[in-house]
């Protein structure tokens, strides 16, 4: 069809309007014509008006995340503008927002949902087609056409509508609206924006945004050739694919394994015929390869928010980064650590264990949109002591590289671009962060002794060569805690032996003679190996994991063994099974580490000069198992994370029901002192580690019950050991058992009002 050729007379049914092509050339010409924002979106709305033979074009645009505002309109009263306002789901503009979804109907007012607006004089128009102007998956607005005879408009038209309101959103994201007054609601980026996620991991920092996947904006949405771009994309594809291609032939990954899978699954989207031909398509429509590719993701992750099945969903998260992946190849752009700048604060809708070691201590503090308090990337975070809040809504789309964040892991929330306000309050709650931690250097060399006398040990958890350093500044005592996994997650292959045992020697030289417990790989529910197969499991947390894994794997479980033995170079070794449930599975990995002992010391090699094999108590079966594990058993370490969990029947994963059950609950409490007294019957050294073990009134409430040694990150044990020195052990214990007595089902207010009466530093 000729760009001249207008809408002439058609008959019902037929098409009215005019190609996309052609459409999105007008679009282009409007677009390079001179204006403000408002008077650009205007002619916009008469040009689409006028080439679909429509009376009505309207954009709808947020306001904010639950109102859109009538920002321009061809047809309707031009009073209405910047005056008519609809909720996010009211109406049928609304129900486009909300659902990410077209609405095409001939007889709009007898629509379920539809909603009279008196001041737009929309009460003329009969039929209606919208759809949403979004940009990789993000609603920024709708776009409406109307007429006033019924009219039923036509696929062609439903997707050339829908690639103009992608120009629309491409061009919004590029600030073509922003204008004086009304129209300033169109700025992107630059308001201050508050997102609240929750706490992965204590701290707070300011800093420059980077973001671990670029945003790409296409600077020239409209395709001026389409051949050319087509054969951009093409050349981009081809990329992508050898790519792929070239990691899948890393020797490392040469063997079948759950991260193969997924590279076989990026594979088939690479080659994908249906995938490049709807993008082909796109661009034939008028569209630039970038916004082609766009185009597809969005629809993607509009998808991805509608289905609940676990693997389809992890299915369509790889097509999203392949196509993350596609874009870069389109744009010219790579991923890269090089160059940060020194306050940099990563942001990310997720990242794995390793790509945040690659970032490394380079970092300030990390937000991510996704994420778990005990996923990797948690783990990971605690280890390199940097801030983390995970959940935080939204924080991809709004945040810009060079942005500048607050970020406040002990609250779960971060600032961008904040106002002076909200910089004030933070740069005071900084300070005073910075007079207390004055506070705990002081005391890193005195011992965590109560007023009363009772002395307990603090340990410091560790999972990497970086925490070491800290077990020399922080106070801590030892390392009640080291986990060997991360060593496995953050590698595509199965460490050999050798490295394995260098990495245990250089950790034991690291800790300089202080005691370092070894938990045994501990896998298996949120920790899947990349190279491990995934087990579908109903419920993996209490699945295949752990020691469960070590005894049906036993050549792995024997492999570690033999690189912990050797590794200790014969200094005095700790070693510790994960996940004990009952006494067999103990008495049989315990026969592993001693078989495989008597056979170093056959084959004449050195081995330890001392030997602890202990468990994790982590399941309440194990603190009624038999007196025959009491014995057996050189130390019991409480894996404080597990064990509250599964003695709540409360998922830690679960944000609705995790912090609805308090660790200083009684019952809680009653269990942990009844577990102190069985190991003090046998002469069983006891710990408590994980996360409550650093939080001072819980780790008080833990040493009244009778535990003399706590594991926690290197930053709490400043915050605990300065409460500890500062209360009467035996006063507090008096103010829990008055508590218990009670019939309360929490001590902690109790023991919050005692501690706030003795002026204790909390």
């Not at 007379?9 to 092509?21: I, L």
């Not at 650009?40 to 008006?49: E, N, S, V, Y």
């Not at 609601?185 to 920092?205: D, I, N």
């Not at 945040?399 to 002990?410: K, S």
């Amino acid at each position: 069809m000729p760009e001249e050729t207008g809408p002439g007379p058609k008959g019902p049914g037929e098409n009215k309007g005019v190609e996309s092509r052609i459409l999105l050339k007008r679009l282009s010409q409007v677009m390079a014509e001179p204006g403000e924002g408002q008077e650009r979106l205007d002619r916009i709305t008469a040009m689409i008006a006028r080439s679909l033979a429509t009376e009505v074009c309207s954009v709808y645009l947020k306001r904010d995340e639950k109102t859109l505002e009538l920002c321009s309109t061809e047809g309707l009263r031009k009073e209405s503008v910047h005056v008519s306002t609809l909720r996010v789901g009211q109406g049928l503009v609304g129900r486009i927002a909300e659902q990410a979804e077209p609405v095409n109907t001939a007889d709009a007012p007898n629509e379920k949902g539809f909603r009279y607006l008196k001041e737009t004089g929309e009460e003329l128009y009969s039929s209606f087609l919208g759809v949403p102007i979004q940009r990789v998956g993000e609603v920024l607005g709708v776009l409406v056409v109307q007429t006033r005879e019924p009219r039923a408009f036509t696929e062609d038209e439903i997707h050339g509508l829908e690639i103009v309101a992608m120009v629309i959103a491409e061009m919004t994201e590029l600030g073509a609206f922003i204008g004086p007054g009304a129209m300033e609601m169109a700025v992107t980026h630059r308001r201050p924006f508050f997102a609240k996620g929750l706490s992965a991991q204590e701290g707070v920092c300011e800093g420059t945004v980077i973001l671990h996947e670029p945003n790409i904006v296409a600077s020239v949405p409209v395709a001026e050739d389409p051949e050319v771009e087509r054969a951009r994309l093409l050349a981009a594809v081809q990329e992508l694919r050898l790519e792929v291609d070239r990691m899948l032939e890393n020797d490392m990954l040469a063997h079948s394994g759950e991260h193969r899978e997924v590279l076989e699954t990026y594979r088939l989207f690479a080659h994908d015929k249906g995938w490049l031909r709807r993008m082909e398509e796109s661009i034939d429509r008028g569209l630039s390869a970038i916004l082609a590719v766009e185009k597809e993701q969005s629809a993607t992750r509009t998808r991805m928010e509608r289905i609940t099945d676990p693997y389809l969903r992890e299915r369509l998260h790889d097509l999203d980064d392949i196509a993350n992946r596609l874009l870069r190849h389109v744009a010219g752009q790579q991923n890269g650590t090089a160059g940060l700048p020194e306050d940099a604060v990563l942001v990310a809708r997720s990242i794995g264990p390793g790509d945040l070691l690659d970032y490394g201590r380079s970092l300030r503090g990390v937000v991510l949109e996704e994420g778990s308090v005990g996923s990797h990337a948690a783990v990971v975070a605690r280890a390199l002591a940097i801030p983390l809040v995970i959940q935080a809504a939204r924080i991809t789309r709004e945040a810009q590289n060079g942005d500048r964040i607050l970020v406040d892991g002990d609250e779960g929330v971060a600032h961008l671009r904040p106002e002076e306000t909200v910089y004030k309050a933070f740069h005071e709650k900084v300070a005073m962060r910075t007079q207390a931690k004055e506070v705990y250097t002081a005391l890193r060399d005195l011992p965590a002794e109560t007023l009363d006398g009772t002395r307990l040990n603090l340990m410091m958890n560790a999972g990497l060569m970086a925490d070491l350093p800290s077990l020399g500044t922080c106070g801590a005592e030892g390392v009640g805690l080291y986990r060997t996994e991360l060593q496995f997650l953050v590698r595509s292959s199965v460490p050999r032996r050798s490295d394995q045992a260098g990495f245990y020697s250089r950790v034991l030289d690291a800790a300089k003679g202080k005691r370092v417990i070894f938990r045994t790989l501990d896998i298996g529910s949120d920790k899947v190996l990349p190279y491990m197969k995934r087990q579908e499991e109903p419920n993996p947390a209490l699945g295949w994991r752990a020691i469960r894994v070590g005894l049906d794997r036993r050549g792995v479980m024997r492999m570690q063994l033999q690189a912990l033995l050797r590794g200790a170079k014969g200094r005095p070794l700790s070693v510790m099974f994960p996940f004990v449930a009952q006494l067999d599975e103990f008495e049989t990995a315990r026969e592993m580490l001693l078989s495989e002992v008597e056979s170093e010391r056959a084959h004449g090699r050195v081995v330890p000069e001392s030997l602890e094999i202990g468990a994790m108590l982590e399941t309440p079966s194990l603190a009624f198992a038999p007196d025959e594990f009491f014995r057996l058993t050189d130390f019991i370490s409480i894996g404080g994370n597990d064990l509250k969990q599964f003695f709540f029947a409360a998922d830690r994963e679960n944000e609705r029901v995790r912090r609805r059950y308090d660790t200083l609950n009684v019952s809680f409490l009653t269990f942990i002192e009844m577990i102190v007294k069985r190991c003090e019957a046998f002469d069983v050294p006891l710990s408590f580690c994980g996360e409550d073990a650093g939080r001072p009134i819980e780790a008080l409430a833990f040493a009244a019950m009778g535990l003399r040694s706590l594991s926690m990150r290197p930053a709490s044990i400043g915050p605990v050991k300065r409460l500890l020195r500062s209360v009467d052990l035996s006063a507090a214990r008096q103010v829990i058992d008055s508590a218990r007595r009670s019939g309360t089902q929490s001590v902690r207010p109790a023991l919050s009002a005692w501690l706030t009466a003795q002026n204790a530093p909390v």
